[in-house]
């Protein structure tokens, strides 16, 4: 993927490592595996 930079103004863009944490820590957050949502929940 190329590296994409932000000229417009508000939030500035992570850093390639806190985005990486990030997207480990996503796909098994405290050990409880994949994060999302059933599509067949009851809510």
């Not at 994409?4 to 390639?16: C, Q, R, T």
């Not at 050990?31 to 599509?39: A, I, Q, R, Y």
Request: include cysteine; hydrophobic fraction near 40%.
């Amino acid at each position: 993927m190329a590296q994409v930079y932000n000229f417009s103004s508000g939030p500035a863009m992570l850093p390639a490592e806190v985005l990486k944490l990030a997207q480990q820590e996503l796909c098994d957050w405290h050990g409880l595996g994949d994060v999302g949502h059933g599509d067949q929940s009851p809510w």
